[in-house]
């Protein structure tokens, strides 16, 4: 298998900061990492598209100066949920595509997001 | 990337084989047949993956079907930990990768 974490795994902060997260392939390198994001009882959602080196391709309805995204290097990409506020509390969850047949995905644990 | 049809939850008891189905009845030529599964409060989980052939791995078995249309993941021997949502995803060779989520099965195992 192949291992993809995420930092924090939980986070909670007050309305109007910023939050960043980490989301890094241990074991593999990664030149596409995506960020999804799942609300209560609901299924994922995909946001953007991450490419190493390049500006990320971001979904309809997401707002890219609101979710920075930069995949600055092979192992490791960061979402930065700007001025957070309580609709933006949710799990988001990143995931890493290791080349080869059926280029399988691999999950990150997902963050826990909670503005206050 | 072509639609999924699963049923929302299924029932198994502990120990028994679980047989979770999935219509693709649109799948192309090209498209890939993938499972995750997703625990309580944490990221989706790989499970298996398929073209044409059958594939068995150490989680499971995917059985698809010869005109591809369905398929359906076998879990011989159902615990406790298996209780999750299972979704069945296709993803085109050269459609970005991206995966697509529906709803996924949830499937619940009894002691």
């Known amino acids: 298998g192949a291992v993809v974490s995420q930092h924090p795994s939980r986070v909670i902060c007050k309305s109007g900061t910023s939050v960043k997260i980490e989301c890094r392939s241990l074991?593999?390198?990664?030149?596409?990492m995506f960020w999804y994001r799942q609300f209560p009882k609901q299924s994922l959602m995909l946001m953007a598209t991450?490419?190493?080196?390049?500006?990320?391709?971001?979904e309809q309805g997401v707002e890219k100066d609101k979710f920075l995204i930069n995949h600055a290097s092979l192992t490791l990409s960061t979402l930065t949920v700007t001025s957070a506020h309580p609709e933006d509390s949710s799990f988001y969850i990143c995931?890493?595509?290791?080349?080869?047949?059926?280029?399988?995905?691999?999950f990150g644990p997902g963050t826990r997001l909670t503005v206050l | 990337d072509a639609k999924t049809t699963q049923p929302n939850s299924m029932e198994s008891n502990e120990e028994e084989p679980v047989h979770l189905p999935c219509n693709h009845s649109?799948?192309?030529?090209?498209?890939?047949i993938h499972w995750y599964r997703q625990l309580p409060s944490q990221g989706p989980e790989y499970v298996i993956h398929?073209?044409?052939s059958n594939v068995n791995n150490r989680m499971a078995s995917l059985a698809i079907a010869e005109d591809r249309k369905s398929s359906t993941l076998i879990l011989h021997r159902a615990t406790l930990r298996d209780a999750a949502v299972y979704y069945c995803?296709?993803?085109?060779?050269?459609?970005?990768?991206?995966?697509?989520f529906g709803g996924g099965t949830r499937l619940m195992v009894k002691p």
């Open positions: 398929g073209l044409t």
């Open positions: 995803i296709l993803r085109g060779y050269n459609a970005g990768n991206m995966l697509t």
């Open positions: 991450s490419n190493e080196g390049s500006k990320a391709t971001y």
């Open positions: 074991d593999f390198q990664a030149t596409t």
């Open positions: 995931s890493a595509r290791k080349t080869g047949a059926g280029d399988t995905q691999y």
């Open positions: 649109t799948i192309s030529g090209t498209d890939y």
